[in-house]
């Protein structure tokens, strides 16, 4: 499940305030004011949102976000990585062969329990 899915579990108060919060309103180019939000989710605050920062719920949904980017910084980490080992430095080199070995075991991982694209699988020999 990805934030925007998760996020739609929730009051669309409580979504609209996440994406504002954490800025991924894809929409809006310059990004409401704190008066704005308000004025969108009809509150006369967001003292109750500040209260449920503190919950599990939200904490959750910042997790999904915090992996969410995970990808997109792996990305530039590898790109940088390999910049570093084309050059001969012997900590990039270090750094993209872990990093290799880090995705393989993640895809090995995340592979597990898929239905087989292969067609050949589901063929019986006599």
Sequence with gaps: MNIYEALNT???KKKEYFLWKHNLSVLREVPLTEEEL???IKSQSLSYMHKWEKTDQYHYFVNLYIESQAGKDLEELYAIAKEKASVGDEKG???LLDLHKQ???YNKQANKGKP????YDELELD
């Design 10 to 12: 929730v009051s669309w």
């Design 38 to 40: 308000c004025k969108k």
């Design 93 to 95: 080199i270090k750094l």
């Design 103 to 105: 995705v393989q075991a």
């Design 116 to 119: 087989s694209t292969n067609t």
